[in-house]
């Protein structure tokens, strides 16, 4: 199995670019809000029980797609200091010893662009960041830092291409079969 794990900041279009790439490649998509949004019905954001089990079903879904031998599968991910340090190397723990393949893509835009995308409505319907403030606040924190990610296999700007343009690159650098 193929895992692209499509990692970037709030507003940088990973979930928006992985549908694209999922219709382009016929892989199967999980975004990671279909984990957080279940588990925020439950538990506090960032709560031991929250951190705890959303890293686990994550894990386990790898491991089983994995497991079931999935053609392939993609992964949105905005890395924040919730997330465990040894999550991506437990990501690869996962997938590996089935024969899989984990492949980072780190989606990038401009500030000015993820502020002109932050409001979209779409945002607003998936319990994602949706104020210019509080974005620019957890920024200044450090909350949004991706230097503990591996160098990815993959890097795009997601304000020079449009989202079939990001997919169509992914698919071809990462030379990922077609549907």
């Known amino acids: 199995m193929n895992l692209i794990f499509i990692y970037g900041k709030p507003a940088t279009g990973k979930l928006t670019v992985a549908r694209e790439l999922a219709r382009l490649t016929g892989y199967k998509l999980f975004h990671n809000h279909q984990t957080v949004d279940l588990l925020l019905s439950v538990f506090d954001f960032g709560s031991k029980p929250f951190v705890e089990l959303r890293e686990e079903i994550w894990i386990k879904v790898f491991a089983r797609a994995a497991k079931e031998r999935l053609h392939g ?16 190397e437990q990501v690869l723990d996962a997938v590996e010893p089935a024969g899989s393949r984990v492949r980072f893509v780190e989606l990038t835009c401009a500030m000015d662009e ?66």
């Open 114 to 179: 993820v502020y002109r995308r932050i409001d979209h409505k779409s945002r607003q319907q998936s319990g994602k960041i949706t104020s210019h403030e509080v974005y620019e606040k957890l920024e200044a924190a450090g909350v949004f830092a991706t230097s503990h990610m591996p160098k990815p296999d993959v890097s795009i700007d997601t304000g020079k291409l449009n989202p079939a343009e990001a997919a169509a690159k992914i698919a071809k650098e990462l030379r990922l079969p077609k549907v």
């Open 73 to 88: 599968l993609i992964f949105t991910f905005a890395p924040e200091t919730t997330v465990q340090p040894k999550f991506i």
